[in-house]
């Protein structure tokens, strides 16, 4: 019988499931999701390759679970960090700021797009939780387009423009480099969204 890690048997499972999640990533950030296995990920997170059934009987069903994990904490932070901001600018500009630090298995994972190496409920079941980043990001634009601050505009066509714009860039890990460029982005996007030229100036 495995040894059971925490006091309960679910703090052993969240246990568990942390290690699993962590080699997830590693092993995505070396060689893709597609060229692993769940024994490969079972074996770099030291969890018995037959245990590992008993959390997850795939390797999709582990990556839907973790994105689930990172999603919900990304939204969580990122709703925070959003709650005390009421400018339209400074709402895109924090969402931009979000985006560009974010790190996930979209970013991290070399080889083909991963949704092009899932099945298609996967496939599902990844747009699902992607749109809980889009709605927040809509949400921004309807407020600044009603307080008036942006021109009316199809909210649904822009959000993918601009969450494309944001995953589909590197963006430097040095400085002054990095503080550059995400200037630069944050600029482009208040400007692509029709934000007036008064509110980008410098003060």
């Known amino acids: 019988m495995p040894k059971i890690i925490g006091s309960t048997l679910a703090e052993h499972r969240e246990h568990v499931r942390t290690q699993l999640f962590d080699a997830l990533t590693r092993l995505m950030t070396e060689s893709g999701f597609d060229a692993v296995s769940l024994a490969d990920i079972a074996a770099a997170a030291g969890v018995g390759r037959t245990s590992v059934y008993n959390h997850f009987p795939d390797k999709e069903s582990l990556l839907i679970s ?35 630090n974010l790190k996930t298995i979209y970013h991290l994972a070399p080889g083909p797009d991963l949704r092009s190496v899932v099945s298609r409920s996967t496939q599902v079941r990844l747009r699902e939780h992607v749109s809980q980043v889009a709605d927040l990001l809509a949400g921004i634009l309807r407020s600044g387009i009603t307080a008036g601050r942006l021109p009316a505009q199809d909210v649904d066509a ?14 430097p890990d040095t400085e002054p480099e990095r503080t550059r460029a995400i200037e630069a982005t944050e600029h482009f996007v208040l400007r692509a969204v029709g934000l007036r030229e008064a509110a980008l100036s410098p003060a």
Do not use: M, W
């Open 66 to 100: 973790f994105i689930e994990h990172e999603t919900s904490k990304y939204v969580t932070d990122l709703r925070a960090s959003l709650a005390d901001v009421q400018d339209p600018e400074d709402q895109l500009r924090v969402y931009v700021r979000e985006q560009i």
């Open 158 to 171: 822009v959000v993918p423009l601009i969450n494309s714009c944001l995953s589909g860039r590197t963006f």
